[in-house]
Each structure stands twice: as structure tokens, then as C-alpha cells.
């Protein structure tokens, strides 16, 4: 039977990182601004649940490709020459990046692959962190890496014509092209030039609302009024506010329940059989 499933392979904070023992703000850097890593997770937890190869098969080409090294593109090259400063700053970053040392990411991923979610959660990695942690003023323990799990979870959708979209739920941020779709429903894009200044106009002012819904109410948090901002009504609201100049900043759109890079990879594959897999992996 077709069905659609959506993996939410995202880590928690430490239970000890209470914004007072931040001191009252999260920093960009460092150990205290990482949550418990999640990707190793969602992978097994991808594979048992719908994969047909094993944990060795799956990692053998990233291992070969860690130990033998590759050549970097101009654009890799470039970014990792642009960061030195930050390598000096956190030179256990800068070894575990820098091509000389994939050595040790080839023995990490060796781990996983023999002793699969546990080598990483609870085995030698688990360990080297948690006492990286202590070391540099840092929340993880033990218990906070072996708790984690990733959340299979319903997609969240909406009609676009008579199609229906499907998105990841929150902590994603899906909901954003839903919003987008449901605005521009209301408007004749067909019978507009797809690059012509009219249609990217409309396009780009949808954008500019669902970002400012972003910031005002997506989060972390299990109470985003995911409802409101995907129904259709909402929709007709936001999209009024849509004039024939561009504005230069919009407020978040008005909820009757509510006051008001270079980092991410992203992979789309469908197999033989029809399975079909939309896959984010980010920083």
C-alpha cells in the first residue's frame, strides 16, 4: 500500500541546557550551541524501516571516500580556506575536517556501520564527546546521547489546485511552502510569463509572508498553530496584503489564537519499485 511517512531525525538539547545556565542566550558556536547529533539515528532508523541493504553496504563508499581522500571542488576548497580562523579557535573541528585527518571520520563511520546505532550513541564517539563536553563548559552526558531517538511522524499537506503537497511537520520548516502555495493558489499564474516581473513579484511577496510566520511562530515547541497557518482562509488573509509594489518588510500575518547557505544537502530518490525518498540533511 502507498504510504507517505515523515522522519524527524533532529536532536535534542541537553537536558542540562536551561537557557539560565546559558546565562540566558544560546551562542552560534561551541560546544553549548550543538544538540544531541541526530543523523546517525534517522540513518539506521531509515534503514530498518524501509531499507534493503545493510548498515556496511550503505557506509562502504563514505569510509572508502574518508580514507582515500577525494579532490575538493573549487567552492569546498574555498570555504574551508575562509573558515581558518575558526579552525584555530576549535582545532578539534579543523582536525576532523582537514583532508590529513578523514582517517578518523573513516573509523567513526567503521563503528557505525559494524555496531550500528549504539556504536555512535553509547560507544567510543559517545564517550570522546561527553568528555569534550565536560572539558569546554558543555551540557551532554551520557544519558543524553543513549535517550535519543528520531520521531516517524505524519506529513503535514495541503491542495494546490486539486494537488495535494506534502511536507515535513515542525521542527521542519515545510510549512513554509504549504503557506506559499496556498497564497499563490488565488492568483492566475498561468496566465502569466513564469520569469516575467509580474509572476516572480507575487512569488517573492508569498515568500516574504510565510518568513515573517516563520519568525513569529515556528519553533521547537509541539504548540505551532500549524491549523491556522495551512488553512485556506489564512491564506485568503495574507494574500490581500499583496500589492503591486514590493514590500520591503511584512509583520507576521494575524492568528485568532495567537498574539502576535552552505550548510544543508539535500537528496531526492525514487527506486525501481516506486519508493520515493525527499531527504534534508543539515547543519
Not at 99 to 127: C, H, K, V
Not at 132 to 137: D, F, Q
Request: glycine share 10%; aromatic share 8%.
Amino acid at each position: 500500500a502507498r504510504k507517505l511517512s515523515a522522519l524527524n531525525g533532529s536532536g535534542a538539547a541537553p537536558v542540562g541546557a536551561t537557557l539560565e545556565a546559558m546565562g540566558g542566550e544560546i551562542p552560534l558556536r561551541g560546544i553549548r550551541a550543538a544538540s544531541v547529533p541526530g543523523a546517525v539515528a534517522a540513518w539506521m532508523t531509515m534503514l530498518e524501516t524501509w531499507g534493503t541493504m545493510t548498515a556496511s553496504e550503505v557506509l562502504a563508499p563514505a569510509i572508502a571516500l574518508a580514507e582515500d581522500g577525494y579532490a575538493l571542488p573549487a567552492w569546498q576548497a574555498a570555504l574551508l580556506r575562509a573558515h581558518d580562523a575558526l579552525w584555530e579557535e576549535y582545532p578539534e573541528s579543523g582536525a576532523a575536517l582537514v583532508p590529513d585527518d578523514q582517517p578518523a571520520l573513516a573509523r567513526t563511520l567503521r563503528q557505525i556501520a559494524e555496531g550500528g546505532r549504539a556504536a555512535f550513541y553509547e560507544g567510543e564517539f559517545a564517550e570522546k564527546m561527553v568528555a569534550y563536553s565536560e572539558a569546554n563548559g558543555g551540557f551532554f552526558t551520557r544519558a543524553d546521547l543513549a535517550a535519543h531517538r528520531s520521531q516517524r511522524l505524519d506529513p503535514i499537506r495541503t491542495t494546490y489546485r486539486g494537488v495535494v503537497v506534502t511536507e515535513q511537520p515542525p521542527v521542519s520548516q515545510g510549512c513554509l511552502l504549504l503557506q506559499m502555495l496556498n497564497i499563490l493558489e488565488g492568483f492566475d499564474l498561468g496566465a502569466m510569463d513564469p520569469e516575467g516581473a509580474d509572476a516572480l513579484h507575487l512569488m517573492a511577496e508569498a515568500k516574504k509572508l510565510a518568513f515573517a510566520d516563520r519568525l513569529a511562530y515556528l519553533g521547537d515547541v509541539p504548540d505551532t498553530p500549524l491549523a491556522t497557518l495551512l488553512s485556506k482562509d489564512y491564506a485568503a488573509q495574507q494574500r490581500k496584503r499583496i500589492g503591486a509594489e514590493a514590500a520591503p518588510r511584512y509583520s507576521p500575518g494575524r492568528l485568532p489564537t495567537v498574539s502576535g547557505g552552505s550548510d544543508t544537502t539535500y537528496l531526492c530518490v525514487i527506486d525501481a519499485r516506486g519508493n520515493a525518498v525527499s531527504w534534508i540533511q543539515s547543519v
